[in-house]
């Protein structure tokens, strides 16, 4: 089958990737082996290729946000059927029997696997995943749509759960940042009755598009928007956003950091952080987190802009997200 390896972390300017041939894997007796039909393409699989997380496989196939049909069952596997269309996500498999998995809280899984990252991912013609592991989709969403719901989605809705404001009609959300991520959560968080502030860089691509989608206000990244905010989201991978965030918060607000790796921190004066303010991470995502969000969007219902490369350019397309060049979702096709 085509993939596409990492044999070792690169700048991404070096084209780091390599499309070639390899095996199309075996599914195990829990697992279903599934066709890809698409895959997104996400700022932690930059992360992986650059090296900014640590190697956990050599060589890897990256891609976690997967959207493809069911060709086979592994000999245990009795509720999935063949053909079915599923996604994949970013957390590929957990213990079970760790005491975060016992407590309803499997993102925090002391042996988990991640797809892309420890396992095999979906930048290639095939996959296989555990079946416990893969989402039915809505047939709402076609194959390209679907595809950043499975990652920037779902994060964005952990993101927004974390925020304390899920049911409050009124609250004032910040986001910063507005790509992948960005764009599907404002749209969450207006259908909730929110009102959504949005700091981004780029005017052309990111501030029109979160206009577009109904923000009440855009800025730069570190500008202050016109009213205290209730909560915010940092989907940027930048830490020094962390501490005009703060200042941007009322009193009791939240701020919630939802990437999987950030430069550092820099130094905050108590005041930014007194009269409650709370600073949180997400990590990851629990199965519920991606069965809630895909009914939730299917509901609102959410449509996600994307921009195509096949799966030989997914060089070109990780280039492209590092740099902002992507308004909205960039989707590998396969």
């Known amino acids: 089958m085509h993939a596409v390896l990492l044999n070792k972390p690169a700048p991404i300017e070096t084209h ?4 070639g041939d390899v095996a199309v894997p075996e599914p195990a007796a829990d697992e279903v082996l599934i066709k890809v039909r698409a895959c997104g393409v996400c700022r932690t699989d930059l992360h992986v290729v650059e090296g900014d997380l640590e190697v956990r496989r050599t060589p890897i196939i ?45 993102n925090l899984c002391d042996s988990p696997d991640f797809t892309g990252w420890t396992v095999q991912g979906g930048f290639a013609e095939y996959l296989v ?5 893969t989402y039915p989709l809505p047939e ?10 499975l990652c920037a989605g779902i994060i964005g809705y952990r993101c927004l759960s974390k925020t304390g404001i899920d049911a409050w009609s009124g609250a004032r959300l910040g986001l910063y940042g507005f790509g992948a991520a960005g764009h599907v959560a404002i ?6 009755g929110a ?3 949005v700091c981004t860089r780029d005017r052309e691509k990111h501030q029109s598009l979160a206009e577009e989608l109904g923000a009440v206000w855009t800025g730069g990244t570190m500008d202050q928007p016109p009213v205290a905010l209730d909560a915010g989201i940092i989907f940027a991978p930048a830490g020094e956003i962390v ?9 009791g607000g939240t701020l919630v950091l939802g990437g999987i790796h950030m430069s550092a921190i820099p130094e905050l004066p108590y005041e930014l952080l007194y009269h409650e303010r709370v600073v949180r991470s997400v990590a990851n995502n629990t199965r519920a987190d991606g069965l ?3 009914q939730e969007a299917a509901a609102v219902p959410v449509h996600t802009y994307v921009e195509t490369f096949p799966l030989e350019n997914a060089n070109e397309a990780l280039a492209r997200l590092q740099h902002d060049g992507i308004r909205g979702a960039a989707v590998l096709t396969v």
């Open 292 to 294: 809630a969000f895909l």
């Open 62 to 106: 990256p891609g976690h946000q997967v959207v493809g049909t069911i060709e086979s069952l592994g000999a245990s596997v009795t509720d999935r059927q063949i053909g079915a269309r599923v996604g994949v996500a970013w957390l590929h498999r957990t213990c079970g029997c760790c005491s975060f998995c016992n407590s309803q809280r499997e």
């Open 16 to 19: 780091p990737l390599r499309f």
């Open 187 to 192: 749209q969450i968080a207006r259908a909730r």
């Open 195 to 197: 009102e959504v502030y």
């Open 243 to 251: 501490p005009a965030a703060l200042s941007h918060l009322d009193k």
């Open 140 to 149: 709402g969403f076609s194959d390209l749509q679907a595809a950043p719901l």
């Open 129 to 133: 995943a555990p079946a416990s592991f």
